[in-house]
């Protein structure tokens, strides 16, 4: 643990600009109401060499890749802790923010987080492809991150930037780190759509979870997310994908991968549904004549 005293960005944020931003994106997220500080996170891993859960997080929030992982790893293009990295967006124009997002800065974080990463990594002007760990572009900008509504004040940047301070240690009362956390459990959750889409897609094409040739995409997307597919929850995701299938990926592609008797369950399901829609069609034709 660091013994340099940490800085409470947020609550600067909270006091000054909140209001303003808010108004500024139509974002209807309550400021916190506070926040307070507790032991950043170890780093320790668990025999299979997996990050170790919060303490202090519900037990579904299992991200497996700390900081450091992810900045050596390349993520966001480069650009994500520069203040003006990549567009800027719609809450911090660059006319009224010529030095770009307020917050945005990686002088709260640990130093040897970002030792041994090149500079390029995290503090790029420009975004880049190169910069990513798979060499492809994900995800939203700057400006599609703020009018999804998923951009609090209180983390200009994002998941990842609360993703780092909570693993620093930082702690928001009012609901925002449940929210955050709800968020990473329908990306990247036992039942997350990102990764059963993922290990959909090593199913299918029967190849091992550790592939880099299958969907680099969504693997440059689980990174951003904190997460990186591993052997475990490969095996037991790929058992949940035989009889539910996975989020974006057509099951006329899993069909070589999903159990019969669920398939048929699932088809007789959807018969029944089409059935009854077409009584009701059936029902209202006859009272309109």
């Not at 974006?248 to 159990?259: E, G, I, T």
Request: hydrophobic residues 35%; glycine residues 10%.
């Amino acid at each position: 643990m660091s013994s340099r005293k940490r800085k409470a960005p947020c609550a600067v944020l909270a006091t000054t600009a909140s209001a303003t931003v808010a108004a500024a994106s139509k974002i209807s997220l309550s400021p916190p109401t506070g926040v307070r500080w507790v032991s950043p996170h170890s780093g320790a891993r668990d025999q299979q060499g997996r990050l170790k859960t919060f303490k202090d997080a519900p037990s579904h929030f299992k991200p497996n890749l700390a900081p450091a992982q992810m900045l050596g790893n390349g993520m966001h293009g480069g650009i994500y802790w520069n203040p003006k990295g990549g567009k800027p967006g719609i809450n911090y124009p660059r006319s009224k923010f010529p030095d770009g997002i307020p917050g945005v800065s990686i002088d709260e974080f640990p130093k040897e987080w970002f030792e041994g990463v090149p500079e390029e990594l995290y503090l790029s002007r420009r975004y880049s492809t190169s910069h990513n760990c798979y060499g492809v572009k994900s995800g939203l900008d700057q400006a599609g991150w703020e009018t999804s509504g998923w951009i609090h004040p209180c983390d200009p940047r994002g998941w990842t930037q609360w993703y780092f301070r909570f693993y620093n240690g930082r702690r928001l009362e009012g609901g925002e780190d449940e929210r955050q956390i709800a968020r990473w459990n329908g990306v990247a959750g036992e039942k997350g759509r990102w990764k059963s889409n993922l290990i959909a897609k090593c199913a299918a094409a029967g190849k091992n979870f550790d592939d880099v040739t299958v969907s680099p995409v969504v693997r440059q997307t689980l990174l951003h997310w904190a997460y990186e597919l591993c052997a475990a929850d490969f095996q037991k995701g790929a058992k949940r994908v035989a009889s539910h299938g996975a989020a974006y990926v057509p099951r006329a592609q899993l069909a070589s991968v999903m159990n019969p008797a669920a398939v048929k369950e699932e088809e007789a399901q959807a018969a029944a549904a089409a059935e009854a829609q077409a009584k009701a069609r059936d029902k209202r034709a006859r009272r309109r004549g």
